[in-house]
């Protein structure tokens, strides 16, 4: 029954209530007036004598419950089709895969130098990522996503001073001795999550780390440059880290307040040991929605790291005088290991009108080795440490989208290092590129980029050229 029947009969009631008040029957003329004189009834009017008022009112109050019984019957029926649809359940989709891919060619130019060899690469075509999500919703509050990266990684890459080579035997082939290539896949992230509603959400499991404009939303057809800004190829932040996150929204007219709280097990070698070193940070993005859309952000990071050595210390057993050997992990740099704490924070800005894009970022890092523990170099001169030491990073990119089809762009990327943990101290690459877009799924990306360094002591200044065509999916 609707509502607006049901509040008409409830007035209805409530008039018919007022009419038949006690005493509305008795009411005699004014004091001073003559009686009336009493006329004869009709004979075919006869008069029934009025209900007492005891019966009026069980007459209204007789009503009044029907009234109440016909407001909890609709309250019931609002409540039925509150409760999910069981059909439409079985409609929805529970798994939704989807992903993209990019292919294409590129080239990178080195001075001649310590490391052309291992860097610098002629001309030839790669495969880039093929990137698949596995999206569960089995239900509105609970979704599970996992997102894989196929490739031919570590096929070619250089292990040590050796290059891998993963092509082995193929003994299911009909010929008896083809060959294939072990190629890799990658594991992005994988998450469980909860949401109550827009407003906060659960996640627990392998997270990319939500810092900056691209990790989170890192693929191909998302990104104008297919260069990474230097602060993510460092990971000023770690990209992916294992733990728990909050998440959420709140809308607040034309804008979006939203947010990021995270504990992981931080920047480490292996996920899990005996040794927790905890990771902790967020994120917040005010977001304005029209035409002039502006992303205000900012993300921080508070974590520590290490590396074990397992050592064996090979003895004699005093009793037995059997020999014996024990394995003991150490962190100290003279054995190989090193134990740190860390901090970066930074800033984002993202700027959309009309056709005009901007991506800008800036962080700071900072790093502090416990005494005795500190990393050994990598490149240059591996006996020496990496002392404590801060870095810094900032990029911007500027895009014009015209008329929907083809967007050029310019890139210019900014880092700098203490003096003695890196090669150079500064580094400045600038670039520039053209994305076409075919349709909505398919695009065709190019740049190119000069890297300069100062000082160039070791003659890395580096040129890159790169193309990938990208199909969404």
Known sequence: ?????????????????????????????????????????????????????????????????????????????????????????????????????????????????????????????????????????PSPAWRALVETRFGLAPQGSWNGLTQVDNRFMDTSSP?????????????????????????LALQAGYLLTPYGIWNVDHGTPTLISLL???????????????GVQALGAFPIDNWELAYHAYLTNGRNVIAVDEHWREGMGGRLVLRRIGDLRVALGGSGYYGTFHKDVLLAHVGTDPVTGESTINFVKSQWAADGGYAASEWSVGGDLSLDFKGFRFRGEAMVRRVDYEDGKHEHKTFDNPAAMYPNHYRHYAYGIFAYRFASYFEPYLFIDYNDSYPAIALNHYAVCFSAGLNLYFTAYAMLKMQYADQRFWPNDNNLNMKFAAARLVLVF
Request: aromatic residues 6%; proline residues 8%; hydrophobic residues 45%.
């Open 1 to 137: 029954m609707k509502p607006g029947r049901i509040g008409l009969e409830l007035l209805t009631a409530t008039l018919g209530l007022a009419l038949a008040r006690p005493g509305a029957a008795q009411e005699t003329p004014a004091t001073g007036a003559a009686p009336a004189a009493e006329a004869p009834a009709p004979a075919a009017a006869t008069v029934v004598a009025p209900a007492s008022d005891a019966a009026r009112l069980q007459a209204v109050e007789k009503q009044l419950a029907e009234q109440q019984k016909k407001l909890e019957s609709l309250e019931a029926e609002r409540a039925e089709a509150a409760l999910p649809d069981p059909s439409a359940e079985i409609d929805r989709p529970r798994l939704l895969v989807y992903g993209f891919a990019d292919m294409g060619m590129q080239w990178l130019a080195m001075d001649d130098g310590p490391y052309k060899d291992v860097i610098a690469s002629v001309p030839g075509f790669v495969v880039g990522n093929i990137n698949l999500y596995f999206d569960a919703r």
């Open 175 to 199: 010929s008896g001795r083809g060959y294939a290539v072990w190629s890799g896949v990658i594991l992005e992230r994988a998450w469980l999550q909860w949401a109550y509603d827009e407003r």
């Open 228 to 242: 990474l800004p230097s602060l993510q190829v460092d990971e000023a932040i770690p990209q992916h880290q294992v």
